[in-house]
């Protein structure tokens, strides 16, 4: 059977470092960059005798995401142990949320092809993260332990097994990652690792009903990735079957150097963790009138805020959806289309810099948008000098990239460089003329028929004028000393 | 009666080597114990909820509110550390 | 005038200090002479902090001398089990694999000791990692009763009992987790008291099993472990299964007496199994009660007899995840490896002793795949039936009576090779443990044959410590002064 005979069955385990300032179950700062075990403290090395202190923000941070996206939040929830041994586990056990997780339920809604998507999660639950081993720290090949992320809060977030390919699964990751950044609650980084997938691939002949057995990919630090890991999953779970063999339930991890995934050595013994529920902690209660207040606190989220840019605004889906879905480029929106202090076409235009040239650069720099010099007044500013004319379709974008770069404002550019539009019809009527004696026989072969030289008219205009003529007057002032063809 | 192959397994688990000694040994404990812990099958429990914390009902212990608190630092981290590079605590190598 | 000092009681030494006849140095001289006289034999102490004791009694010594004394314990010499982390004091729970570990912090208890200016002595001896009742699992030497050197002082707060009953130190802290103070104190005729669960701070305490443990004194007389439990008890934001409400006052009814009392007496813990001995003490103990104006009242505990087997599923499989963390990397023993499996294996191998080795195999098999619901899951239904059992007696009475452990002090050996059968001597006391209520026993007379002392346990009801102390001490106080062991003559 070929490749396309086969279903493809997927199922996400996202993991969400919570943008805590201390750790979640002891005081340690979570900031990144530390040498090796500056953040750590008995608890988080698992001294003898620590004991493990719930950090409040985890649980309301849970909660919310929890309400985001439609689980039914626990009024009671119960920390577990899961125990195994590895040298960036201190305690020989990691804490975090087994029979009774915070939420229940839910689902992720997107769109895929143009058509609305809703896939079901199962559960979210609190946990710590592990430290970090660093692989040939000694010359002898002998690995580091750096505890300074262990025990950094994490929220799990367990999808249905119901996405059916790559495509879906990208999505549905986006839209994941959307709604907790705009939450505040991650900061959606999968290059450093804050925002995790590890994804469950199964194939089965189309339309079986059963599900086949399952691999547990790990280590896509980044959608290309995802993608690349499942796509050879997938191509080697069909071989396996095709030559008659079984698919192993086994944990796998993603090479990205090679583009292959291979089972991982070191957890070949059957998982057997051992849970129970974790005697120093409490069972995790939530107050009805803290998940009240949590909802009520709510900020408005991706698709609500994708289907206003729509509704309102009359933004095309595809730019609604790809502005909503990074909130602060979102925040970034709303703040320029308030100072414009104009409605929908304003926001047309403004939209349409920002998925395009500022996207462009924003992406060249590598900068978010808290970094970025330019302000939402500035590329409001800017719109406003382009509707007024003051300044065309070419000075702008230099404009832009003036600003991108310095943070000055569009206005002391246009000034400063010299790149306002000239308007002035009896200076453009001068150039329109010199343009004209100079080609007479394109004039001759204009005023024959031939109206497609207008263009190159206007073109030669352009030139001399250094771009900064308006092009409506310029184009007027063509036609007019033509004459009709 | 635990098999040795059992008794290994668990060791497996419990990451504890044995020698065959304290795996017969322990196989025959393990099994006695066992055995009279099985008294508990006596008992009709359906609809007991299990008592896995032992804190007053109704308790609601406080939650930390989530500030930085001074740690140890590094040094102090490593102090008892049976082998270190940097401050990184060392053990043989990792195979993932 | 070392011998006089030692004849104080803690609170009557507390009094002599606080009047300035005697100053701490003096007190802590006293004490560790005693030790250096007669620790050889007994073996209470794993650890002797000699000079940091002697600093600490000149500080106590300066306070006083400046009208600033902290309170009833300042200058007091006391010691702590070694489950106990002082810090930079090796800590070792009595296992090779934290030999020679010091730690970086004190455990909340000690700190509370501490900053009430009491003189630490010391670490005491103990069962390795607090497993055991009769202090043989020490890993480093065993410990003594100090009424017959040829028995255990129960365990696993075997040098806690030791100590106190052989006159080392005034009072000392011991944990409970299935009955680790109540059996060596009954053992060694001294004053041990297991608080409610959540009573005193875990923070800081070696783990064994975490649903379970519990801090508390031991002491020559009621007055003195009540004093001793007012200085540790109470919340603890570190320990967030430590209670919020506040602790009593456990001093103020003390001497109020038993008259009124309801004194429930579980027909379960007096059957087969209870050396005849032991039982004519306690039902002496009970006719005193009744002299005294309390009225008996028979309840039962039905549960009670499956505390032992749900006890040894639950314990062992906390245990089990609880010792984890000695694994050799960041602290404690590591074994010679080349690589990570042969480290992880070699250094618990050689870093445990025989028993946690036991209990971690048994509790990793009660919660592997396939076992969880039969074994843990079952233990803990269990354990609420057991609770509900006290819960259903305490409609009845105040306390409830019975005997501590089924026989006196055993010989050294004696159950070495029988677990289970080590494992029954804590019958009577592991149901308070189960069940989180708060437990002593306080002497009742020495064995008619055997001359070894007998202990009473009582039992009560949640966070009413005081009610068991004050029943505790008019007992006492109707007995009248108990007799010295042969060690503290």
Redesign the interface.
């Known amino acids: 059977m070929p490749l396309a005979d086969f279903d493809v069955v997927l199922g996400l385990e996202v993991h969400a470092q919570l943008l ?3 750790k979640i179950f ?4 979570t900031a990144f960059g530390a ?8 608890v ?16 309301e941070m849970a909660v919310r995401a929890g309400l985001a996206l439609g689980c039914a939040i626990q009024p009671t929830s ?1 920390f577990a ?1 899961k ?1 195994y ?1 590895y ?1 960036d586990l ?4 990691q804490i975090s949320q087994y029979e009774r997780p915070i939420c229940l339920g839910g689902a992720v809604e997107f769109d895929l092809g143009g058509e609305e998507r809703r896939v079901r999660l199962t559960r979210i639950h609190m946990e710590e993260d592990a430290g970090k ?6 010359a ?8 300074n992320r262990a025990g950094v809060p994490l929220l799990e977030i367990v999808s249905e097994p119901e996405l059916r390919s790559v495509d879906e699964a990208v999505e549905y990751l986006k839209a994941l990652r959307a709604v907790l950044v705009a939450l505040g609650v991650n900061d959606g980084n999968l290059e450093e690792g804050s925002f995790r997938c590890d994804a469950n691939v199964s194939v089965k002949p189309r339309g079986a009903a059963r599900l086949g057995q399952r691999c547990e990919i790990k280590n896509m630090n980044s959608f290309r990735f995802l993608r690349q890991a499942v796509e050879f999953e997938v191509r080697r779970q069909v071989e396996v079957i095709e030559a008659g063999g079984k698919v192993e339930q086994e944990t796998r ?1 993603f090479d990205p150097a090679r583009g292959e995934t291979r089972a ?3 957890k070949e ?2 998982h ?1 963790y ?4 974790e ?5 995790v ?1 939530v107050d009805p009138a803290l998940v009240a207040a949590a909802r009520a606190a709510l900020p408005e989220l991706p698709r609500a805020r994708a289907r206003r840019y729509q509704e309102r605004l009359g933004l095309p889906a595809a730019d609604a959806g790809l502005i909503a879905g990074e909130p602060e480029v979102a925040r970034f929106f709303d703040a320029a289309l308030e100072a414009s202090g104009k409605g929908a076409e304003a926001a047309r235009r403004i939209a349409n810099w920002l998925n395009g040239d500022v996207a462009r650069l924003a992406n060249e720099s590598g900068l978010a948008p808290r970094d970025w010099r330019l302000s939402p007044g500035a590329l409001a500013e800017l719109v406003g000098l382009i509707e007024a004319g003051t300044v065309g379709g070419p000075g702008a974008k230099q404009v832009l990239e003036e600003c991108f770069r310095s943070g000055a404002s569009p206005a002391a550019v246009v000034r400063e460089k010299g790149l306002a539009q000239v308007s002035d019809a009896a200076a453009i009527d001068a150039v329109v003329e010199r343009v004209l004696a100079a080609s007479p026989a394109e004039v001759e072969r204009y005023r024959a028929g031939n109206a497609k030289l207008l263009g190159f008219f206007v073109g030669q205009v352009m030139k001399e004028m250094k771009g900064k003529g308006n092009p409506a007057v310029v184009n007027a002032a063509v036609k007019k000393k033509l004459g009709g063809p | 009666m635990l098999s040795i192959e059992e008794v290994r397994r668990i060791a497996a688990l419990a990451r504890l080597e044995l020698s065959p000694e304290e795996e017969r040994l322990y196989a025959g404990q393990l099994s006695a114990i066992l055995d009279y812990v099985r008294q508990l099958e006596e008992l009709d429990v359906s609809g007991v909820e299990p008592m896995t914390h032992a804190l007053a009902a109704g308790e609601a212990p406080a939650l930390r509110a989530d500030e930085v608190r001074e740690g140890l630092g590094a040094e102090r981290a490593l102090a008892a550390a049976p082998a270190r590079q940097g401050t990184a605590f060392l053990v043989p190598r990792i195979i993932e | 005038m070392s011998a006089e000092l030692l004849a104080l009681d803690l609170r009557a030494l507390s009094g002599a200090l606080a009047a300035g006849r005697v100053s701490s140095r003096e007190a802590t001289e006293a004490a560790l002479s005693r030790i250096e006289a007669t620790d050889g034999r007994v073996g209470a102490f794993l650890r002797v902090t000699a000079e940091r004791a002697r600093a600490d009694a000149a500080a106590a010594d300066e306070r006083a001398a400046r009208g600033a004394r902290r309170g009833p314990l300042d200058g007091i010499p006391l010691a702590v089990k070694d489950l106990f982390l002082t810090e930079g004091v090796e800590t070792t729970a009595g296992s090779r694999i934290l030999e020679g570990y010091r730690p970086p912090y004190d455990a909340t208890a000690v700190a509370r000791l501490r900053a009430a200016g009491a003189v630490l002595l010391g670490k005491l001896n103990l069962d390795e990692f607090a497993m055991g009742s009769s202090n043989e699992n020490s890993a480093f030497k065993p410990c003594r009763n100090p009424w017959d050197l040829a028995r255990t002082p129960g365990g696993s707060s075997g040098g806690s009992a030791a100590a106190v009953a052989a006159r080392q130190a005034w009072g000392t802290l011991g944990t409970d987790t299935g009955g680790s103070i109540r059996e060596p104190a009954s053992f060694c005729g001294v004053v041990g008291v297991k608080p409610t669960y959540g009573r005193v701070s875990r923070y800081g305490v070696v783990a064994f099993a975490s649903s379970l443990d519990q801090v508390g004194p031991l002491a020559r007389t009621v007055g003195d472990a009540a004093l001793l439990l007012q200085a540790v008890a109470g919340h603890d934001e570190r320990d967030m299964t430590s209670s919020t409400l506040p602790a009593g006052d456990y001093l103020a009814r003390l001497e109020e007496g038993a008259a009124g009392l309801r004194i429930g007496v579980p027909r379960e813990w007096f059957g087969g199994g209870l050396e005849p001995g032991v039982e004519a003490r306690v039902r002496e103990a009970l006719a005193r009660y009744e002299k005294l104006g309390a009225r008996l009242v028979e309840v039962s505990l039905p549960h009670s007899r499956y505390a032992v087997a749900a006890y040894y599923l639950i314990a062992p499989a906390e245990a089990s995840s609880n010792l984890a963390r000695y694994d050799g990397v960041r602290y404690g023993l590591r074994a010679a490896a080349r690589g990570l499996g042969e480290m992880y294996a070699g250094t618990r191998a050689s870093g445990f002793g025989p028993e946690p080795k036991r209990r971690i195999m048994l509790g990793t098999y009660a919660l592997s795949a396939g076992y969880y619901d039969a074994y843990y899951l079952r233990a803990q239904k269990v354990r609420t039936l057991i609770r509900r059992d006290f819960d259903r007696a305490f409609e009845a009475c105040d306390v409830v009576a019975g005997p501590v452990a089924p026989t006196v002090a055993f010989r050294l050996g004696e159950k070495l090779s029988d677990p289970l059968q080590m494992y029954l001597a804590d019958v009577y006391t592991i149901s308070a443990n189960l069940a989180a209520l708060p437990g002593l026993s306080v002497p009742c007379g020495l064995h008619p044959a055997e001359r070894m002392p007998v202990g009473l346990q009582l039992v009560g009801r949640p966070f009413d410590e005081a009610t068991l102390l004050r029943a505790a001490r008019a007992l006492e106080r109707e007995q009248g002064p108990p007799p010295a062991p042969p060690e503290a003559r």
């Open positions: 805590t300032r201390s002891c005081g340690c700062s040498e090796p075990n500056a953040h750590t403290c008995p988080c090395l698992a001294l003898p005798g620590a004991l493990p202190w719930l950090n409040r923000e985890v649980v119960v142990r125990n041994f040298p201190p305690k020989g056990y081993n660093l692989h040939d720290l000694a002898d090949g002998s690995s580091g332990v750096d505890l991890l991982m050595r070191s013994e059957a057997d051992r849970y129970f529920p005697p120093d902690l409490p069972p209660r």
